[in-house]
């Protein structure tokens, strides 16, 4: 019996997106299932009320057990099927690109979130049309209310994701140099490692889905700066028809683009004082976390989720030979990603 899994999202969640386009490129059965739709009521609910939800279906046909967050479902994804992986095959290249994973999920999520509640354009948009994601039969009254509700709410939160009049420029700044470096990439590779996607393709373009397609202001900014980056991002969305040959396809060590590495200077410039800094606030027992970012503040509340990620890496790092550990770290220096595993 086929037991599709069930994929419990929404069109305008980054991460969502992200695991829908691995889905698609794993070509594993899956049923996508819209957040708050009757089917997804029907589900088992996660411990943390986040998307997207992966469910698995028994023997029976029941979905049984529910997972959240995207990069433990991919792996999970990786011990259950085998063809068309995600992970590159040397471990040096495997670790780079859940670096730049993680750099894709826990920093330029910070520009998604900015360009969709900062900006009148987006606002309006995204309250108007988030709402009918449940059912577009929703009535006009309730459709309203809940525009106002999930506009205010997400106004409110802004803040904790760090999108603040203070640390604007620098995600905005950001957002432009990660345009540019992808472009530079683009006009030469398809995807960072290789003529594969890997973790870190897909969890750029999670964020891109919305960036340089959905958010007026951010898509603007997108098609002016890397055009390449906006279509790279809807191909990639969907590469159930791309060849694959097993593992062929991968760089090695030793021939990692260039362009690819320049990613990790971004990485280093940004997420990686950020990370630090928010685990710092942990261990000295502050609210609010500060770091310099490009010669200006950061601030924002600490948040519990990166702490983890950060352990998370610092734990795939420890676990690496030690040769594979040496290669990582000769292609870290100077980026400023090494300040990570000191
Ligand atoms: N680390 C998670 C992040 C998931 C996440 O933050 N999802 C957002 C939507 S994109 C969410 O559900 N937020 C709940 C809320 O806003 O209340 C992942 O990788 O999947």
């Known amino acids: 019996m086929s037991r599709p899994l069930k994929l419990i999202g929404n069109a305008g969640s980054p991460y969502s997106r992200k695991m829908r386009a691995v889905l698609r490129y794993r070509r594993i059965p899956f049923e996508w299932v819209r957040q708050n739709s009757a089917e997804a009521m029907a589900l088992p609910k996660p411990k943390v009320p986040v998307i997207p939800v992966l ?3 028994d ?3 029941e979905c049984t057990e529910v997972m959240t967050d995207s990069s433990p479902q991919i792996m999970r994804l990786e011990e259950m099927h085998t063809g068309r992986s995600v992970v590159p095959t040397d471990p040096v290249v495997a670790f780079i690109d859940y670096l730049i994973e993680d750099f ?3 920093w330029t999520t910070k520009m998604m979130y900015h360009y969709r509640w900062y900006y009148d354009g987006a606002i309006d948009k995204a309250g108007r049309l988030l709402p009918l994601h449940a059912a577009v039969t929703v009535p006009d009254e309730q459709w309203h209310s809940m525009t106002d509700w999930v506009t205010e709410r997400q106004i409110s939160r802004r803040a904790l994701v760090g999108s603040t009049e203070q640390n604007r420029p620098i995600i905005e700044d950001s957002y432009v140099r990660l ?3 992808l472009d530079a990439h683009l006009t030469e590779h398809d995807y960072l490692f290789g ?3 890997s973790r870190a393709d ?3 373009v999670g964020q891109l889905s919305q960036l340089t397609w959905w958010d007026p202001e951010a898509v603007a900014v997108a098609v002016r700066e890397s055009s390449r980056t906006v279509v790279w991002t809807e191909h990639t969305d969907d590469l159930s028809g791309l060849s694959v040959d097993g593992d062929a396809g991968w760089c090695d060590r030793d021939s990692i683009p260039s362009t690819t590495l320049a990613l990790l200077h971004e990485a280093g410039r940004t997420y ?3 990370m630090l800094a928010n685990n710092e606030a942990f261990d000295s027992d502050t609210e609010m976390l500060t770091c310099t970012i490009d010669g200006a503040t950061y601030s924002q509340g600490r948040f519990g989720y990166q702490r983890k990620c950060l352990a998370w890496i610092r734990e795939e790092y420890a676990a690496l030979a030690d040769a594979d550990r040496s290669a990582v ?3 870290l220096r100077g980026t400023g990603c090494e300040q990570l595993f000191l």
């Open 55 to 57: 469910g698995f279906v």
């Open 59 to 61: 023997e029976n046909g």
């Open 104 to 106: 894709a999920d826990e």
């Open 179 to 181: 345009l540019h470096l």
């Open 195 to 197: 003529t594969r996607p």
């Open 202 to 204: 897909f969890g750029l």
């Open 272 to 274: 990686a004082p950020f």
């Open 329 to 331: 770290d000769e292609l």
